[in-house]
């Protein structure tokens, strides 16, 4: 009888463990498959169709990734990537597109002589810069953004997505230094440009303006003296401020260098010799009676350094 018992505690025991390792079985690995069969899986395409403001999951977006490797159909890679774009805007996202190998992919399509692919691509590219660790991905494209920028059609939405990209990616000091060969360029576009394209531009000289190691650079560029139009009391105050703003940085980062403005030898025709010039210095003057407050303040805060 002891043995029967014994036998049949055992048999138990072993139906007890084996529906254990099944539960456990379930919880490391079926979570998946039960999620594929209680919810309908989206093929690929149908992600793309939208809306485009839905958050999808890990699953949809190794989909949509694969399917942007995979066809050519100039339809389905831009809405693949307008998905891909407004999916890179959330953090958890940001992470996952990266893991599962994705940014290669989308700045692949940075090289498409479809216009519209380009801006869709870079704008997905500008989302997914906001993540640090991305970022570290995302610059090996820089020079070729760069390259483009000025290659693009002048005010062109493309254009724009580049200098967003390039905004974005130099807003820490890390990578600064990838754009120094190219300042001259930014500074031509700047007066090239129109409204929304100078403001842009601005931006970005901002951030390189903040870095006391891109000072030289940016003060021993040659640029036209058409430049100092941008402190034309009558251009906007968008501009205007912005540009009085990198006037600023330029000096607080020179007083950072310890050097004096007027001792540092800069070249006829280059930033400097515009920003610390007579002309300039009338200019700063105008401004310091200007109706804008804060045009105002900045231009007295900038006049004792003539």
């Known amino acids: 009888m002891g043995g029967a018992r014994d036998a049949g505690w055992v048999a138990a025991g072993l139906v007890l463990g084996a ?31 939208g809306p485009y403001d839905a958050v999808l999951n890990a699953e949809q977006l190794e989909k949509l990734l694969y399917l942007l490797e995979s066809t050519d159909d100039p339809i389905i890679v831009e809405k693949a990537l307008v998905t891909l774009g407004n999916n890179a805007a959330f953090s958890t996202n940001q992470a996952i597109i990266r893991e599962l190998g994705g940014i290669p992919i989308v700045a692949n399509k940075i090289n498409s002589p479809n216009q519209s692919i380009k801006e869709k691509a870079l704008n997905a590219l500008n989302n ?22 000025f290659a693009d059609p ?104 310890g050097c004096l403005a007027a001792q540092l030898p800069f070249a006829k025709g280059s930033l400097f010799s515009l920003l610390y010039g007579e002309d300039c210095a009338q200019k700063m003057r105008a401004l310091a009676h200007h109706h804008d407050a804060d045009v105002k303040e900045k231009a007295l805060a900038i006049l004792p350094k003539f």
């Open 19 to 49: 529906g254990a390792c099944y539960c456990i079985y379930w919880l490391t690995r079926g979570p998946r498959r039960a999620r594929r069969r209680l919810r309908p899986s989206r093929s690929a395409e149908d992600l793309t169709d």
């Open 128 to 149: 997914l810069s906001v993540n640090v660790e991305n970022q570290v991905k995302i610059k090996v494209y820089v020079q070729r953004v760069c390259e483009d920028v």
């Open 154 to 257: 002048l005010n062109s939405a493309v254009q724009l997505a580049g200098l967003r990209l390039l905004t974005n990616m130099t807003v820490t000091n890390n990578y600064q230094h990838l754009l120094s060969s190219y300042i001259t360029g930014l500074l031509h576009l700047l007066l090239t440009g129109n409204g929304s394209t100078k403001v842009q531009v601005l931006k970005l000289l901002l951030n390189l303006s903040e870095n006391p190691d891109m000072t030289e650079g940016l003060l021993s560029a040659q640029v036209d003296a058409s430049f100092l139009s941008l402190y034309d009391g009558r251009i906007t105050s968008e501009i205007l401020l912005r540009a009085l703003t990198l006037f600023q940085n330029l000096n607080n980062c020179l007083r950072v260098e």
